[in-house]
């Protein structure tokens, strides 16, 4: 999973149109959501099994920027291991799920060609990038 992170005032998007068949259906085509964490996140192959990884990685950086919501962002443009739409549609669902035992957490809309504004803090940690993989497995 390849991470984008921005530390936003706020961030504001719009669905304009379908980038695949089967984009999720949505309700709102328009969504601000101020002060806010926003990983920008490429589901890689695989990554249905490092979920438990990336929540703790996603919420570390949440801790140390002070981050109470979180705007989970389909980005698929951070990987050429890309994971297929279906499985990074769960993988999302599920980070969506699990982050939200601590946080409010909204997902933008996955399968979609958006506009979108966002106002970074520019503090030091206001921009983070993370590769996240699986635990490296013990040697025999
Ligand atoms: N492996 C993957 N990881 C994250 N997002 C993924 C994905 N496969 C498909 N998507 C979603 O479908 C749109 C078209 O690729 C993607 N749309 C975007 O990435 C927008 N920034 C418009 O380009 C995204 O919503």
Redesign the pocket.
């Known amino acids: 999973m390849r991470v984008l992170f921005i530390h936003a005032d706020y961030i504001e998007y719009e669905a304009k149109s379908k980038?695949?068949k089967d984009?999720e259906e949505i309700i709102e085509k328009k969504e601000r959501y101020e002060e806010c964490l926003v990983p920008f996140?490429?589901?890689?192959e695989g990554d249905s099994s490092i979920l438990d990884r990336a929540v703790v990685e996603i919420e570390d950086v949440a801790k140390k920027v002070g981050a109470e919501r979180i705007v989970l962002y389909?980005?698929?443009?951070l990987?050429n291991k890309?994971?297929?739409?279906g499985?990074?549609m769960k993988v999302?669902k599920e980070l969506e799920k699990m982050l939200s035992e601590k946080y409010e957490v909204h997902r933008a809309?996955?399968?979609?060609?958006?506009s979108f504004v966002i106002s970074c803090k520019g503090h030091p940690l206001s921009e983070l990038s993370k590769e996240i993989r699986g635990e490296a497995k013990e040697e025999e």
């Open positions: 980038a695949m984009a996140i490429s589901v890689e389909p980005y698929a443009h990987s890309l994971a297929s739409p499985e990074a999302l809309p996955f399968g979609w060609y958006k």
